[in-house]
Structure formats: structure tokens, C-alpha cells
Nanobody, 124 residues
């Protein structure tokens, strides 16, 4: 069972990136998925999630209206579309999965599987 986050890179303020969370060995259809990030010198924070039961989504205030989480079951991938990026969005981004929580959470203790992160740098 493996998760992999990808799609990070260097982007200017106001730009966009789309992160992907792909799975090997299991179908993400049956999992709640969370996106987390850890900025330099800061603790990891949950920023968005999508529930396994009904695909309901949740966003923290700092990304609400700018980020969109979605899933493509055929591609076994969950995306995080990030628009209007700000300097403070610079971080390593991680995705996480759990099968035993029909409703997602942004708390890291709620997840069983974690992918390696992908670095997002917002800089001019």
C-alpha cells in the first residue's frame, strides 16, 4: 500500500498548481483523503479533505475559496487544485488516506497511510 503526492514546484504569487495523490495497491474510492502541509519551521497542518462516504469536502479558512479537492476514481487519484497562491502557501504538501472513517478529518491522527510529500514554493 503506497501513496504518492506529486505536482509540486515553483510558482509565482497568484499562480496555480495542481497536486495529485495517487495510490498503489488499493483503491482510493474507499478512503477518506486528507491534504496536509508543513511549512519551514512550522508544524504540519491539515488543510483539506474529502470524505469516503459522500465526497463531501472540507477546507480550512486559509485555503477556502482558493483550493479545491476532488477525486477521479477511474485514475485512482485525488487532486488538490491550488489557485491564487500566496507566499505563505510555501510548504511540503502531503496526502493521507484512511478507510475506517467515512467522514474525513483534517487531523493527522485520523489517517493510516501517508505519502511522501511534494514541495510547493511560492516565490517571485
Amino acid at each position: 500500500v503506497q501513496l504518492q503526492a506529486s505536482g509540486g514546484g515553483l510558482v509565482q504569487p497568484g499562480g496555480s498548481l495542481r497536486l495529485s495523490c495517487t495510490a498503489s495497491g488499493f483503491s482510493l474510492n474507499y478512503y477518506s483523503i486528507g491534504w496536509f502541509r508543513q511549512a519551514p519551521g512550522k508544524e504540519r497542518e491539515g488543510i483539506s479533505c474529502i470524505s469516503q462516504s459522500d465526497d463531501k469536502t472540507y477546507y480550512v479558512d486559509s485555503v477556502m475559496g482558493r483550493f479545491t479537492i476532488s477525486r477521479d476514481n477511474e485514475k485512482n487519484t485525488v487532486y488538490l487544485q491550488m489557485n491564487s497562491l500566496k507566499f505563505e502557501d510555501t510548504a511540503v504538501y502531503y496526502c493521507a488516506a484512511v478507510s475506517t472513517r467515512p467522514l474525513c478529518t483534517i487531523f493527522s491522527w485520523g489517517y493510516d497511510y501517508w505519502g511522501q510529500g511534494t514541495l510547493v514554493t511560492v516565490s517571485s
